[in-house]
């Protein structure tokens, strides 16, 4: 029921930045704990960072933490990713996705039901 696409994708030199965005619809989003994955080819699905439904909490990947900003407009139905100094490692399709279930320092692919349908991020060296 609640339908998810992200947006902001492309290619960027190492060291640049860009800014993702996952727009939800259908219903409203506000009580959602929201999250990004990422897919590299050949890798598993890997964790980047979530936030709680009211935008408070948040938590990042060791890999990203200093260089990433997760972020929500709830007015907006709207949930960010702004990256920057980005490296030729972060290439990967970029998914957003949303669940209900409290927000922990663990996190567990399988306790998000929604996802979206992903976005290509290229990062050249």
């Known amino acids: 029921q609640l339908q998810l696409v992200e947006s902001g994708g492309g290619l960027v030199q190492a060291g640049g930045s860009l800014r993702l965005s996952c727009a939800a619809s259908?219903?409203?989003?506000?009580?959602?704990?929201m999250a990004w994955f990422r897919q590299a080819p050949g890798k598993e699905r890997e964790f980047v960072a979530k936030?709680?439904?009211?935008?408070?909490?948040?938590y990042y990947a060791d890999s990203v933490k200093t260089r990433f900003t997760i972020s929500r407009d709830n007015a907006l139905n709207t949930v960010y990713l702004q990256m920057n100094s980005l490296e030729p490692e972060d290439t990967a399709v970029y998914y957003c996705?949303?669940?209900?279930?409290?927000?922990?320092?663990?996190?567990?692919?399988?306790?998000?039901?929604?996802w979206g349908q992903g976005t290509q991020v290229t990062v050249s060296s």
């Open positions: 936030i709680s439904w009211y935008g408070g909490n948040t």
């Open positions: 259908g219903r409203i989003s506000s009580y959602y704990n």
């Open positions: 996705a949303a669940t209900r279930i409290e927000l922990g320092p663990k996190t567990f692919e399988a306790d998000f039901p929604s």
